[in-house]
């Protein structure tokens, strides 16, 4: 008899991670010897910019990078950040207690749950949403109220449907426009309602970035913080890894409300000693590049959006190019649930995407496909789904 150890409950409070299961059946697959083309994760191709290469080989050749990082990020980064946000936004930031690099902007996400969410504590939450924004809060024990967001709605948030019981209760909200799964986009009009909205009930706004630079068709994201007033109750959360192609680097930071950052900052300090400094060092080079590598980046995914919209809609469905993001968010056909289409798409084609409720209940009857591949990888999984006959009726 072997000894058993049970999980505590606040792991337990987790619904099962779709990616993981996903993980299984693409093992299986693998094993069948299917040429599998993942376009699952939110993962960019590719390699980091030279330059960001080269500056962290630069700075692995200095003895004390090799040390412990200072704690809050190293001065040089959060600097950086400052500039960057001001070079972007036209926002001033105390690079000493309104930015905080992170171990990417998931590690911060969660751990700002934990540094701010009682057990019991309301939060607000889109559905659907990226997994961090509610596995945080269910971690910290919170009580979520869940804001479905509709496709009618264009995936905005209706602040009007929160009851006012909960809108008094509620202590936090996430939210994330450009958005993933959805890929939607919100006006200037509806950060400047959501912030009037926060004031009035007290509610610390969490936003997450991560798309701030992946916007097409001349479109710029607006960031939270310049909507007058925002700083005094809340956070955006910012990634390397999307525009740089940096996602294995793990770097990321959050800016805005001092005192907030200070609650995380707490925190973090028990628990890691944060980002490798050399890491660092190519971050920051990273956010000083010419604005030229951007719009590479911008039009490698315009180039794969048009390509595959429009491949999706000679197969029949009828989409909308996105804005913004590195995603399509597509209907399942008709009768289909988001599991069923995914699994069934990836057994008959070896082409992985991610069902829609891996991001909530709200997302079912929609998968999500990224725009990770090249046009070739992209031209392969169309020539798949009309060999099968997958398509929209
Ligand atoms: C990819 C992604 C992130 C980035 O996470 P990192 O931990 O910084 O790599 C954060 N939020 C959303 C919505 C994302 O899609």
Redesign the pocket.
Known sequence: MGFEFTPAKRLQALPPYVFARLDELKAKAREQGLDLIDLGM??PDGFAPQPVVDAAVEALKVGENHGYPPFEGTGSFRRAIARWYHRRYGVNLSPDSEALP????????THLALAYIDPGDLVLVPSP??P??FRGPLIAGAQLHRMVLKPEQDWLIDLSAIPEHLAQQAKILYF?YP???TTAVAPREFFEEIVAFARHYSILLVH?L??AELAFDGYQPTSLLEIPGAKELSVE??????TYS??GW???FVVGNSKIIQGLRTLKTNLDYGIFSAVQAAAETALELPDSYVEQAQQRYQQRRDFLVEGLRNLGWNLEKPKA?MYLWVRCPKGMSSTDFALDTLQRTGVVVTPGNAFGEAGEGYVRISLIAERDRLQEVLNRFQQAGIRYE
């Open positions: 939110g993962n992170l171990i990417g902007s998931k590690e911060g996400l949403a990226y961090a924004h994330n958005s993933n799964p997450d991560c798309y959360f910012h990634t390397l890894s999307k940096m996602a793990r770097v990321g993001t």
